[in-house]
C-alpha cells in the first residue's frame, strides 16, 4: 500500500495517479458501515450491482452502483425536499393573509 493512491497501489505504474486515487476513495467509502433509509440500521450490503439488501429488515431497494444513494439520488431528493418546502411556505402565508 502506498501512501498517496492507498489500496490502489496494487496497479503499480498502470492507469495514472488520478484514476487510482479515485478507486482508492471508493474502496474506502465502500468499507463504511451504511445506514438503511428503512429501519436506519447499519446493516446495508451490496447485492449487486445498484442493488442494495439490509440484512435487518430485509428490504431491497436500487441505488448507486458503490454507494446506496448515488449523487444523482441525492439532488433529486434535495430538490424534492426545496419543493415542498417552498409549497408549504405559500400555504402558510396564504393561511396567515386570510386571518388579518
Not at 463504511?32 to 428490504?59: F, H, M, N, S, T
Not at 458503490?66 to 430538490?79: D, E, G
Amino acid at each position: 500500500m502506498t501512501k498517496k493512491v492507498g489500496s490502489s497501489g496494487r496497479y503499480g505504474c498502470r492507469y495514472g495517479t488520478r484514476t487510482k486515487k479515485i478507486v482508492a476513495t471508493i474502496e474506502r467509502e465502500q468499507g463504511l458501515r451504511k445506514d438503511c433509509p428503512y429501519c436506519e440500521r447499519p446493516a446495508l450490503k451490496r447485492v449487486a450491482a445498484g442493488i442494495w439488501g439490509c440484512r435487518k429488515c430485509g428490504k431491497k431497494f436500487t441505488g448507486g452502483a458503490y454507494f446506496p444513494q448515488s449523487a444523482a439520488s441525492q439532488l433529486l431528493a434535495k430538490s424534492a425536499l426545496d419543493a415542498l418546502r417552498m409549497e408549504t411556505l405559500k400555504r402558510a402565508k396564504l393561511k396567515s393573509g386570510k386571518g388579518e
